[in-house]
Structures are given as C-alpha cells and as structure tokens.
C-alpha cells in the first residue's frame, strides 16, 4: 500500500465545522463587579465576529444538547464539589456570594449551574460528532470557562472543567490518545491535576508564569512538573518568565517543542484550552500573541488526528481582539489557511531557557528530542548544557489584587480586512492532469522508473481511497507558449528540444545520451512538456 495512516483504523473525512453556543450564558455573570470582563459580552462579541465576516454560515451551528446530571459531572469532579455547586441553585444571591468567598476568584448566580451544566453539555455533543464521523472539527464558543476548576474545586472563573469533560466524551467514542493544548495564558492547573498521572492525556500548556508571581502562583506551573505514575512524560509546561512575549516566542514553542511531542504522541483526537487573554491588548494577559499568530497553532496542529480537533472557548478579557482571534479561528478549521505571523524579532531568551528546560526534563521519555545534545554527546555542541534551575519567587503576602472593573472601550481593537470575509462560493481542491503524457516515455528501457504508469497509479489511489470524489478532476489542454517557457529556460534549450520533434528514434537516442543528463526523449516530449507547464499555469489561472 503506497499510503499508510499511523491511526490505520481512520477513514477519509470531510464533514462540516460544528460551532457550539450555550445561549444560556447571559444568565451567568458577576453580580458584585457588574463590568467583570468575563461576561456575557464575550460571547456576543465572538458571535457578531463570525456573522460580519459570513463565517458563521459556512459552519452547523448548535444551540441545543442533550441534558447531562451529576453522574456526567462526577466522571472529572468528586461527588461533593457536584453536590456543593448544584445546591447553589436554591440559595439566594446574597448566600450564593458568601459560598463564592470559599473558592479562588469564583462569582455565580442561581442560574449559574444550568449555564454550567449547558456548557459540558456542548463540549459532549460536539465532541461526540466529531469522533462519530459527523463533522470534522468544531469549536465550543461557551462560558463560564473551564481550565481552572480541578476535581475537587471551582477555581480561576471556572466551574466544571470543559475540557476535561469534552476528553471523557471522547475516550467513550473510542478514542485512546488526547491531546490538550493550553493557550490561555493563565495555567490551566485544574486540567493538569485531573490528567496529571493518565497517560491517555497529554496536556500542554504555554503560560504566563513570571517564576510564580502571575496567577495562578503555583510551583506545578513550571516545567519541572512533568506528569507522575504512568503519566510522567505527559505532562508539559512552557512557563514564560516575561510579559510582552510575540508571536517569534509562541511559534517557537509550536514548531521546536509542541509539534515534535504530539507528533510523536500521536493523539486520536485534540482538544484546544483557547483562552485570548494571551492576546496583544488584553488587559490581564500582558502579552503580545497577535490574532494570526494564533491561528498557527489550529493550522498545524489540524495535521494530527487526521484533523479531529475542538476549540473550547476559554479565557480571553479583550472582548473585541477575542474575537477577531476566534474568527481567525474558525477560518482555519473551516480549510483556510491562516496569514502570516508576525516574526520580525527573535523569540525572548528567557522563552528559548524555558524550552530547553522542559526538554531537558522530557528528553528521557521522547526520543523526538534526540537532536539535542546530552553531557555524553559531541553533538551539536555549541547548543548549551541547560542545568534546568527551578525558581519560585511568589510571597502569597504580596497577592495582587483579584480581577476588577475593566472598561472594552479603553482597550486597542483590531478592526477586520477585506481579506478576512470568506467568499461566498465553497473551497473546491482541483486534480489537473496532462492526459497523453504516455507518449513520454523511454524508447530503451520499459521499467525506467519515471514512466507513464506513476501518474495512473497516482490516480488510482486517490480513486480507491475516495480522496478523488471530493476533489474536481481536470484535464488540462493549455499548452505552455514559447514565451512562457522562455521565463525560466533559454531559447537555445527550446530550439534544442523543438529540433527533436522530427528526429528518428536511433537519432533522440543518441541526443539523450550526449546531449543532456539523465534524459530521454520522444517526438512528443515537448509536447507532453508544455501540456505539464499549462496545467501548472491552468492551476494558477483558476486560483486567481
């Protein structure tokens, strides 16, 4: 078999893009702080974003799930944290405030478990469309969040943990290897402890640590703490030490870190924590990740799992920038391919410490990292031996002050180009082809191995495969011009070759022999050779 998958038991897929709304999130929302940014606006925004630039129809969008009870919650919560968070439901708000005093920057209402509850329900349904073969991936646009809360508490703005969750779903569907990426830029510790010793998770988080003084200001964040029991090696941290962190330092991470583990890990199915806040202009974050940028990551990571992917909608306090960044989002999963990142300067050298740190401490379960040098290796030796050292700077005495009032129209915007609207036609993939090409052939050798019979085989592959059936077949009839041609090779080479056009074949013998390199040649050649330069040239015709 001339293609062979990793996942071999996966067939070709190309369904829709699912987004997921809980349209109950209005009713969950900061009843102390009333401009707490994370708000129903968040969500209104996103929606807005994705309608303007007509996304929002190319996608099967989903408002609507299947009720789950506290046995579903209970799967990644212990029974009395479910129990003590449902009770809220018949408190009043005065009480409700007094029991979110027991928890870590944590606000809710009495409606606030039904929101809740319609948020893992989302994760679920997508979840479960995606690994039954109905949609290729999708995206969760649901709140509260959920990456903070652990087994055992709510925590961080979050309630149930969705992710968690959504990989539940996914190891009932059949499902053996996740991988969760965390891109908000606040540690997701709820997600690593429930995970921390399974080894069917890997999870993988970029964050802002500044050695313990951001939030969450736990010593788990850095990048010593790589998973324990049968989970060790599948716990990963890239903490970054400074704020101002481009896209040069979080596409660093993605290709010379991230990319090598999950290849090599090579999960069933991805889950995406995206939390915006690790966006430029987010007044938490203090980043400088930029919209495009972003996207790179949903772009190259849609390699794995033959692209079974879910987006779930975590932090993200630019109301405005997080939407732009969700619709560039969604452009990538729909089949776009994102724009350019934004690499002008290198990545920080307290980024590229943080890297070779966590290879250091990974090394030893991931042979993808074997191109780094060891004490007992010569090679590559200019890299440095990294003696990785664990900083924890954090005085819980000097804990600045919770997430207030924060006012969207002081923060930078980012406004849509013409560019980001998607056409109103649906992206077609085009097979061109130069039937007649078997009259280039070798005149002496019938098993030369560039021979006719390579396009056939091609083609008969992508045939059986059903690849074929979803892409249109063209045979090209543009022949390539002579002035054409003469943009890259010299009249001279052209006359050469127009000359063989009427030789015999004892004479285009002896001219491939010694006349040109590695070459042979019939009367047609040319012929076959400018059907070949056309459907090149046809291709880019139809793309502009």
Not at 19 to 27: K, L, R
Not at 50 to 79: N, P, R, Y
Request: hydrophobic share 35%; charged share 25%.
């Amino acid at each position: 078999m001339i293609f062979e998958d990793c996942q071999k038991n996966r067939k070709l897929l190309q369904g829709p893009t699912l987004i997921g709304f809980n349209e109950s999130q209005d009713e969950h929302k900061n009843t102390v702080c009333p401009t707490h940014p994370e708000s129903p606006d968040r969500i209104q925004k996103i929606k807005e974003a994705l309608k303007q630039t007509k996304v929002l129809e190319k996608c099967h969008v989903l408002t609507s799930f299947l009720e789950i009870d506290d046995a579903d919650l209970e799967l990644t919560h212990e029974k009395k944290m479910v129990k003590e968070l449902v009770a809220s439901e018949k408190k009043t708000q005065e009480e409700i405030n007094s029991q979110c005093e027991n928890y870590d920057s944590v606000f809710m209402t009495e409606n606030s478990m039904k929101v809740a509850k319609d948020g893992v329900a989302c994760v679920r349904d997508l979840t479960n469309r995606i690994m039954a073969n109905e949609a290729s991936n999708g995206f969760a646009v649901i709140r509260p969040p959920g990456h903070h809360a652990d087994s055992a508490s709510p925590c961080g703005f979050c309630l149930f943990n969705n992710v968690a969750q959504a990989a539940e779903e996914a190891f009932f569907s059949g499902a053996e290897r996740i991988l969760i990426v965390d891109l908000d830029v606040h540690h997701g510790q709820g997600t690593q402890r429930i995970f921390y010793e399974d080894k069917r998770v890997f999870y993988f988080s970029i964050h802002r640590h500044e050695h313990g003084l951001f939030w969450p200001h736990l010593p788990e964040s850095d990048f010593d703490h790589i998973g324990a029991g049968i989970g060790v090696g599948y716990n990963a941290n890239v903490p970054l030490n400074e704020t101002g962190c481009t896209d040069s330092d979080y596409l660093s991470i993605l290709f010379h870190v991230l990319m090598p583990l999950a290849t090599q890990f090579d999960p069933h199915f991805v889950i995406i924590s995206a939390g915006f806040d690790s966006l430029r202009g987010d007044p938490i974050g203090g980043m400088q990740l930029t919209p495009d940028g972003y996207s790179h990551f949903l772009y190259h990571l849609k390699s794995l799992a033959q692209g079974r992917m879910l987006v779930v909608l975590e932090g993200g306090y630019n109301h405005q920038m997080s939407a732009v960044a969700a619709q560039k989002c969604v452009r990538v999963l729909l089949g776009h391919a994102p724009f350019p990142a934004s690499v002008k300067d290198p990545p920080k050298e307290s980024t590229v410490t943080s890297c070779v740190n966590l290879v250091t401490c990974l090394r030893n379960y991931w042979n993808c990292f074997d191109y780094f040098p060891s004490r007992t290796s010569l090679r590559l030796a200019q890299w440095p031996i990294v003696n990785s050292k664990v900083e924890f700077k954090y005085d819980p005495h000097n804990r600045p002050a919770d997430t207030g009032e924060i006012v969207q129209t002081d923060l930078i915007t980012s406004n849509f180009m013409a560019s980001d609207s998607l056409p109103a036609g649906e992206m077609e993939t085009f097979i061109y082809f130069n039937e007649g090409d078997e009259a280039h052939f070798d005149l002496e050798e019938d098993n030369h191995p560039e021979k006719p019979a390579r396009t056939r085989r091609i083609l008969k592959t992508l045939q059986e495969s059903g690849v074929l059936d979803k892409c249109i077949e063209r045979n090209t009839e543009r022949m390539a011009t002579d002035d054409e041609i003469r943009m890259v090779h010299t009249k001279k080479m052209l006359d050469h070759l127009k000359q063989t056009e009427t030789m015999k074949d004892e004479e285009l013998m002896e001219e491939a022999e010694n006349e040109f390199n590695s070459i042979y040649l019939t009367r047609d050649t040319l012929k076959v050779a400018r059907k070949a330069v056309g459907a090149c040239l046809q291709t880019r015709i139809q793309q502009s």
